[in-house]
């Protein structure tokens, strides 16, 4: 007897069953395979938000709280940089470019980053992309912004119109500058990185800003407009961080060291590769876990599969004694089952695949837009081909529960069964 169209003749003849199990694992699959492949992009959008760069240099404190605000711009520095050190730093004979960061304010929620036009020139991300404009061009003047996509698509700003920077980091603006608006002047390309939810203003507007501001508030009586302050000397006297490139690389290491010993202040300088590392290792568990889950609920849909095979294992008594009244040895039973099981758990898994491409199709406007991650539709990688053959194996180990029983059943025990 051929084993292979016996199994499908058998779950033809029970395809309502079938259908539903191969479904429950499709779906168990699909989960599977989705949480991989976000994990995947997540790490691989999170490794190259910034690139090309050597060395992030802040006040010292911890290495990821620095990386956090300079890069990520998640919370608040513990001290800023005076810019004599910057500059002292910045004209080193190893360094060959460097680029200033100011943080502290915001605009509608979203932060603002003071820095210089060379930001545009050697901030790279991913694998080493420049910054690219979707329209207009980077600031010139005192009051110019250039916003990241995603302010621009979720405010609905285009070029030439005027905005207004808060004090503050908070969502609620408390204290607005209105008496200094800024004009938009570019709009970045996506990246699907923390820029595209920044304001990007020069060094020269953060100061004109906070000319007649101290402690956080305006001085009564020093009013300065906007126009008295771009008259004034806006060289920065402090700045929260800035970033490096070396000339050569062998270098970072006796630079990051003359850093951190700096004498006229503490400094931190930090690689960010190395941080990023540490930082998802921390961020990382969640996502080792959700994976964890996602393999349980496989592990629950193979469950379900034994649990209907065994189910309808004692309706199959006689069907399995006629087979046996026809010659068929009790291994042919055996693989009779098995191979019902394989093919359940076959054909789930490829239906799951296209249920995660379906999924993952679905899904990536709404990951680049809400969380500034793409979700590739690439085949399926070497882990995810992994994960799948495990599906497979335990699948077919699943399904010789079932046949183990069917084995040691007796022709006379299915012979003697009342119809």
């Known amino acids: ?26 779906l168990s699959v699909a989960l599977l395979l989705s949480v991989q492949r ?21 006040a010292r404190s911890g290495p990821v709280n620095l990386l956090l605000y300079a890069v990520f711009h998640i919370g608040d520095a513990t001290n800023n940089v005076s810019w004599q050190s910057y500059q002292d730093i910045a004209a080193g004979p190893d360094v060959a470019w460097s680029v200033p960061i100011s943080l502290g304010d915001s605009h509608r929620g979203f932060r603002v980053l003071g820095t210089t036009q060379d930001f545009f020139a050697h901030y790279r991300y991913g694998a080493r992309h420049p910054l690219a404009f979707a329209a207009g061009q980077k600031f ?15 405010l609905g700003y285009q070029p030439g119109q005027e905005i207004v920077l808060s004090h503050g980091t908070g969502r609620i603006a408390i204290a607005e500058h209105k008496d200094k608006p800024f004009r938009v002047v ?11 939810s920044t304001v990007i203003v020069s060094l020269a507007g953060i100061e004109a800003i906070h000319v007649d501001w101290q402690s956080g508030t305006r001085i009564p009586g020093q009013e300065v407009n906007a126009e008295q302050a771009r008259q004034m000397d806006l060289t920065p006297k402090t700045i929260t961080a800035f970033l490096l490139g070396l000339k050569n690389r062998i270098a970072t290491f006796g630079v990051q060291r003359d850093i951190n010993d700096y004498e006229p202040e503490p400094l931190l300088a930090i690689l960010p590769g190395v941080t990023l590392q540490q930082l998802w290792g921390l961020v990382g568990l969640a996502e080792n876990a959700l ?12 469950a379900g599969m034994v649990t209907a095979l065994m189910t309808t294992l004692n309706e199959r008594r006689r069907e ?14 055996f693989g009779l089952l098995v191979l019902e099981a394989a093919l359940l758990t076959f054909i789930g898994a490829g239906f799951g695949i296209v249920l995660m491409y379906g999924a993952l199709a679905s899904a990536r406007s709404l990951a680049m837009d809400h969380f500034g ?37 007796t022709l006379a025990d299915g012979l003697t069964l009342r119809i």
């Open 1 to 26: 007897m051929r084993t292979l169209p016996l199994a499908l003749k058998s779950l033809r003849n029970r395809r309502a069953t079938a259908a539903l199990t191969a479904f429950t694992i499709a």
């Open 38 to 58: 976000i994990r995947t992009e997540a790490r691989q959008s999170f490794a190259s938000t910034v690139s090309g760069t050597d060395l992030i240099v802040g």
């Open 140 to 154: 010139d003047d005192v009051y110019d912004a250039v916003l990241g996509a995603e302010v621009a698509r979720k």
């Open 186 to 196: 570019g709009i970045l390309d996506r990246t699907g990185t923390p820029i595209d």
């Open 291 to 302: 994976l964890l889950v996602s393999a349980l609920v496989v592990l629950v849909g193979l």
């Open 320 to 333: 399995m004694a006629i087979l046996r009244a026809l010659g068929a040895r009790p291994r042919l039973v």
């Open 373 to 409: 991650l793409t979700l590739s539709l690439d085949w399926p990688t070497g882990i995810e081909w992994t994960l799948l053959a495990a599906v497979l194996l335990a699948g077919l180990i699943a399904g010789m529960i079932p046949a183990l029983l069917a084995y040691r059943r």
